[in-house]
C-alpha cells in the first residue's frame, strides 16, 4: 500500500511540475477559420483581435461574455474597429465555465460551417480548454492553440492542475 501511495505521489509530483515549467506558448501565423476566446483571463481578447485584424481567421467568437454586456460596450472597451463588429465577431452568452466554452464554441462552428479555428486563451488554461474543446468538436476539426503568456499565480496553477486532472478524468470514464 505505501509503494502505490508512494507511486501516486511521485506522478502527481512530476505531473505537476511538468504542467508548471512546461506552459504552452503563442502560435505563429497560422491561419484558420475562426478564432475562439473564452472570457476570463488579461490579453485573451486583445490577442484574439490581434489576429481576426491580421487577417489570420474570418471570424471571432467570444465565448462567455457576461448577459449584461452589450455589443456596442464591447466594441468600445477593447476599441474594436465598427467594420470588424459588424461582420466578424460574435459574443456567446451561455458560457458559465471552461466545459460551457467548448460547447458554445462548438455550436458557433458546426453553424458557422468552420474547419479549424485557433483557441486564444492563457497559458495556464490552455491545456484544459482545449481538451474540452477538443471533446466537444468533431475529430476532423483543426485546433491551433495560441497561448498567452501569463504570470500566474502558485494557487492559479495548483487548482488548475487539479481542473485538467478531473476533467481528463471525466473524458475518460465518459469513454
Known sequence: MRWLLATVLFAWIVGFLGFVLFLPGPAGNEHTDAIVVPTGGLGRIDRGLRELERGNAKAM????????VKPKEFEVEYKVPERLMGCCISLGFIARNTRGNAEEAA?????????????????????????????????????????????????????????????????????
Open 61 to 68: 467568437l467570444v465565448t462567455g461574455v457576461d448577459r449584461e
Open 107 to 175: 455550436g458557433w462552428m458546426r453553424a458557422k460551417r468552420f474547419t479549424s479555428l485557433r483557441l486564444v486563451t492563457t497559458d495556464w488554461h490552455m491545456r484544459r480548454a482545449a481538451l474540452e474543446l477538443r471533446a466537444a468538436l468533431p475529430p476532423d476539426v483543426k485546433i491551433v492553440e495560441d497561448a498567452v503568456p501569463s504570470k500566474p499565480s502558485p494557487r492559479i496553477l495548483f487548482l488548475e492542475y487539479h481542473k485538467l486532472i478531473a476533467s481528463f478524468a471525466a473524458k475518460i470514464v465518459q469513454g
